[in-house]
């Protein structure tokens, strides 16, 4: 699944209180017919992937999406090279450095 980082969370947070959404709300990310990621606040249907943060409803996706983001974060910051507003940007996520335990001794 998909890692969200804290600056995506605050703002899906903020996006879901700006539009009324209820609890039961969370924003989906979908793939349109171009190929394009899209968001649109929806309630869960059966069988589909959630993020929850603090018990609230963040981010909900079909299985077949959210399997195909495993290894990528979403993230709200200013685009690479640009100075212009910040968006939600999805990337591969960084990959953890694995210290062999005889080099911690």
Same mark, same amino acid.
């Given at each position: 699944?998909?890692?969200?980082?804290?600056?995506?969370?605050?703002? &899906?947070?903020?996006?879901? %209180?700006?539009?009324?959404? =209820?609890? !039961?709300?969370?924003?989906?990310?979908?793939?349109? /017919? @171009?190929?394009?990621?899209?968001?649109?606040?929806?309630?869960?249907?059966?069988?589909?992937?959630?993020?929850?943060?603090?018990?609230?409803?963040? &981010?909900?996706?079909?299985? %077949?999406?959210?399997?195909? =983001?495993? !290894?990528?974060?979403?993230?709200?910051?200013?685009? /690479? @090279?640009?100075?212009?507003?910040?968006?939600?940007?999805?990337?591969?996520?960084?990959?953890?450095?694995?210290?062999?335990?005889?080099?911690?001794?």
């Amino acid at each position: 699944m998909v890692l969200i980082t804290d600056s995506a969370s605050s703002e &899906l947070r903020r996006i879901l %209180s700006y539009h009324g959404a =209820l609890s !039961r709300q969370g924003v989906r990310l979908r793939v349109d /017919e @171009g190929g394009s990621l899209k968001m649109a606040i929806d309630v869960a249907h059966l069988g589909d992937a959630v993020i929850r943060h603090d018990k609230a409803l963040l &981010l909900i996706m079909d299985t %077949s999406l959210s399997a195909s =983001l495993a !290894r990528r974060e979403l993230d709200f910051c200013l685009p /690479e @090279g640009k100075t212009s507003k910040p968006e939600f940007t999805l990337r591969q996520r960084p990959t953890e450095v694995i210290i062999p335990a005889a080099a911690t001794r």
